[in-house]
């Protein structure tokens, strides 16, 4: 079974094509095509994804990603005479369903009708798109477009979930997974630890109360004058500090070439499995602020900022991970999410849970930030346990909670 799969919760346009065979033990995944247009360039001058902006550029993407990712696939083919439906559409009544599906999406509709009527229908058999969580704007060009393809191809369409995906995308590979296992999500919009008791199960029991993980990093990257979006950036900074101590080591703080950076630990100590960025982010608000009105604020210090305030976010996500484990006895811990894709927290992970005797799942680095082969994933999981719904009449939701 081939699944074409498209993403566009934020600012990524993503579409990959996915076969899907084996059972829900034992999955066998193949990735036959994984395309991404970033929009980094066109959001990085305002700071910040800029919802309109972002819905727009999917507008213009997803029509060459779809040949693109068609031809990587094997599976494009035009033909000189237009497909059946357009063909048999004598009052243009199929041509005007199509263009009210997209209606919303002007540049879209246009590419739509010119492409995909002389392409040969390709040989998938279903297509899945992320209903939410994300930007609506940014949502429902994906879900416009999914539908309209649905209708043309006359394929059966299914609304994922994007944090099933994210949770999905370390199972590219076959992995041995145990449950009760625990789930950790790290990206822009989320932060959560989500109790699995088995397949497709989704219990959140952490999440944070302010900011994400991601968002922070976000914001305290424009904070020390990092452009957009600043994980990478600060991971990058971080690795120029003179400090080097590493996240759960013991001498932070101590030897510092540009003096001493000690951020706060958020809710470390709370007692349960919920966590608070946006406190850090305020103390290094503060702090620059500070150096700044004492001329302090050199590029030295902002590495040892960027180094610090890394450690302080790695600390508080692996302690609260291991309690989780321990709490509900899990074994096998599955990360995903824009942030796994940071180096020092794939190490500090990896480190934590073989000293714990945890298996620790964690997608590839191509698979942690947004994506469509994940979305491709939690629908291939879906159909192979028999628990998929297909639906041509879903909305997008900003707000889609992990059931
Ligand atoms: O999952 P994702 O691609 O999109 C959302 O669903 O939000 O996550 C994006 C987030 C951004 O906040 C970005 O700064 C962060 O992931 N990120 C990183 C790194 N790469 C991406 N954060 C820290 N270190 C990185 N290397
Ligand atoms: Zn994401």
Redesign the pocket.
Known sequence: MKILAIET??DDTAISIVEVKGSLKKPVFKVLAHNISSQTKIHEQWGGVVPSLAKREHGKNLIPLLIKSLQDAKLFDIQSRKIRVFQDDKNNKFKKKIEKILDREPELREQFLQAIPTLKIPKIDAIAVTKGPGLEPALWVGINFAKALAQVWDKPLYPIN?LEG?ILASLATPQKISFPSISLIV???HTELVLSKDWLKYKIVGRTRDDAV??A??KVARILGLPY????E??KLALQATTKDSPLGTSQGKSLGEGAIKLPRPMLHSGDLDFSFSGIKTAVLYMVQKLKAENKFTDGIKAEIAHDFQNAVIEVIIAKTLTATKKFKAKTIIAG???I??SSLREALQKNTEKEGLNLLIPELSYS??NATMIALAAGFRLLAGKSKKSSSFKAEGNLNLK
Do not use: L, M
């Open positions: 919760s934020c994007h994210h990206s822009g919009g991601g968002e990093f976000d979006p600043g994980g990478p600060i991971s999410g824009g942030v894709a940071n930030t947004d």
